[in-house]
């Protein structure tokens, strides 16, 4: 139900402007937010903080860098505090001002590399990302924003990632390989985190935290699709921490999916199983010691092909679940993972027309069967929902 | 929400970036300095832009430094203590310890952490000095620099001002560019 379609039935003469004004009490109605604005308005944000730090970056030897640092300070705090003023005297831009709170936590990012910059310090670089997740972390609870939970989610995943792969890093282990082992784990976490919040006092951030976690997902698991090029064998400590992490992913994972109402019993069995299956390959994926570790190597490597099947199966579960709970998102991220899946597939064959061949009628004959299955399914879920909508008689 | 709250929060922000301005102000103002040998490579990061890598003669130690030598792997990040000594126009290597030396009127103590080194009977050791951040394609100096290296009274260091040929670097720059 959405507010136009309310004060259309008050233009119309069909509802009074007291019963008008009920329902929108009662349901607490708002104007839709314009979602290409909210777009815009980030996109703009984004830019205006890169071209700050880029402009920092420049370092122009004529400025004392007294006036730098100030200079710094002030476009932070004076983000803020645009961002506050149009929050507190122009609710409806809310959009606009939650564009300039963006900027302004990206430019206390800026602000740390600028002093780092001015006083030539070389300490760990990911030093810099944890102090910026911290300290940017409780505006995102505090201003209740989307978009400000968004980028503290990503500073905590970019120091993670820095603690892997940078040389210096606490959890660097033989080119930062670990990172393959350990982020497949985080972000099914993450959407487990979602699946729970959605029942939780900060249900606000559930719907983004799991969208998060399987946008997260979907891309962690593409380089398996490369074969097995990870060896990252840390040694015992390391397989006993993924082993320990991956239990409680599964865990959390299991008690989240229970109070998943909206899906049945067994397509929730389905899609727990589904992802706990990848917890277990990317360990094994990473445990195998192929000799294989090179692009025309991958074509005859189990870990390529296994995760290719798996993938395009974990890709039906999505798209189903997604019409069963009625989400676009599934459904999308479903197909556009498929795709990824299958181009990538082609390409991992290119130069042997045999293994070509039956590969194009597999996936040919997998592919129709999918259109007649997913064709079917919209039939039914639109055929539930005129019967939904459809008056009964008396 | 609490206006306070979120006042707090960008005060502690704030107060955060000032007590890193302060902590480097304060050893830039420390009255020890030394002059230190160097030679430059010129890569760029992607948040604060050019810089020189500074590898520096005091980076490289014999082993014949140490003053105890301690048991085990040095090539992990172990705290040390670099006493440095005037040797003409630059401070040089003079005792390398695990624990800080007694105070000496001629010498300067600069704490350092070591890194894994190529050569057997070498130490390899980072001062936290190794970056020098200049403006934009002015990375790629000829000539030799010296660091200039502000040391407080903890043995923490910060570099204070680096010469190329004896003038600011930024002014020798400016002078090398010219068409």
Redesign the interface.
């Not at chain 1, 920092?56 to 030897?61: F, G, L, P, R, V």
């Not at chain 1, 206390?108 to 300490?123: C, E, M, P, R, T």
């Not at chain 2, 936290?128 to 934009?136: K, N, P």
């Given at each position: 139900m959405k507010l136009q379609d309310i004060q259309r039935l008050h233009t119309d003469g069909f509802l009074a402007a007291d019963v008008r004004d009920r329902i929108v009490a009662h349901y607490k109605l708002q104007d839709a937010p314009n979602r290409f604005i909210a777009i815009i308005a980030v996109i703009g944000g984004v830019l205006v903080a890169a071209g700050v730090?880029l402009l920092?970056?420049?370092?122009?030897?004529d400025i004392p860098r007294g006036v730098k640092?100030i200079t710094?300070?002030a476009l932070?705090?004076g983000s803020?505090a645009a961002g506050?003023w149009i929050r507190t005297r122009h609710a409806d831009f809310h959009k606009t001002a939650e564009a300039f709170h963006l900027v302004g936590s990206v430019l206390?990012?800026?602000?740390?590399?600028?002093?780092?910059?001015?006083?030539?310090?070389?300490?760990r670089p990911p030093n810099?990302i944890l102090?910026w997740w911290v300290?940017?972390a409780?505006?995102a609870w505090?201003?209740?924003s989307k978009p400000q939970y968004i980028l503290t989610l990503s500073a905590a995943l970019l120091w993670l990632a820095m603690e892997f792969l940078h040389d210096k890093g606490w959890l660097h282990h033989h080119r930062g390989e670990l990172a393959l082992l350990f982020y497949p784990a985080i972000f099914v976490g993450l959407y487990a985190a979602g699946v729970g919040m959605e029942r939780s006092p900060a249900k606000d951030f559930g719907s983004v935290t799991r969208r998060y976690g399987l946008v997260g997902l979907s891309f962690m698991l593409l380089p398996l699709l490369f074969g097995s090029h990870v060896s990252s064998r840390g040694g015992d400590l390391v397989w006993s921490l993924y082993a320990l992490i991956s239990a409680a992913v599964a865990a959390g994972l299991f008690f989240a999916l229970r109070g998943e109402a909206k899906l049945p019993l067994m397509w929730r069995g389905i899609w727990f199983g589904t992802l706990v299956f990848w917890l277990v390959f990317v360990g094994m994926a990473c445990l195998n010691d192929s000799p294989h570790t090179r692009w025309e190597a991958g074509r005859h490597d189990w870990v390529a092909w296994t995760a290719s099947i798996a993938l395009f199966a974990h890709c039906l579960v999505m798209v189903n679940l997604g019409l069963l709970l009625g989400s676009r998102f599934f459904i999308n991220l479903g197909l556009s993972l498929l795709t990824l899946d299958v181009i990538i597939a082609y390409l991992r064959l290119f130069g042997t027309m045999a293994l070509t061949g039956a590969m194009f009628i597999v996936s040919g004959v997998g592919l129709i069967v999918l259109g007649v299955f997913i064709e079917k399914r919209r039939r039914a879920f639109m055929l539930k929902l005129q019967e939904a909508s459809t008056p009964t008689k008396p | 929400?609490?206006?306070r709250?979120?006042i707090a929060?960008?005060a502690?922000?704030?107060l955060?970036?000032?007590a890193?301005?302060a902590q480097?102000e304060y050893r830039?103002a420390a009255p020890t300095t030394v002059l230190l040998e160097t030679a430059p490579v010129d890569p760029r990061?992607?948040?604060?832009?050019?810089?020189v890598i500074l590898n520096y003669k005091v980076s490289n130690l014999t082993n014949s430094l140490w003053e105890t030598a301690p048991a085990g792997q040095t090539g992990h990040g172990l705290p040390v203590f670099v006493s440095l000594e005037q040797r003409g126009e630059f401070h040089e290597a003079v005792l390398l310890s695990t624990t800080r030396p007694e105070p000496l009127p001629n010498r300067v103590v600069i704490q350092a952490r070591t890194q894994p080194s190529w050569g057997n009977n070498q130490v390899r050791v980072?001062y936290?000095?190794?970056?020098?951040?200049?403006?934009?394609g002015?990375g790629n100096p000829r000539g030799k620099l010296t660091v200039q290296v502000a040391v407080d009274a903890a043995g923490k260091p910060?570099?204070k001002q680096v010469f190329l040929d004896g003038k600011p670097y930024?002014e020798a720059m400016r002078e090398q560019m010219k068409p």
């Open positions: 730090i920092i970056s420049a370092n122009w030897d640092l710094g300070l932070m705090l803020h506050w206390f990012l800026a602000d740390i590399a600028l002093i780092g910059q001015v006083y030539h310090l070389s300490s810099a102090v300290g940017i409780p505006l505090l201003l209740r | 929400m609490n206006p709250h979120f929060v960008l502690a922000q704030t955060l970036l000032l890193l301005i480097q830039l990061d992607l948040l604060r832009g050019d810089y980072e936290g000095l190794e970056r020098y951040y200049v403006q934009e002015t910060v570099i930024a």
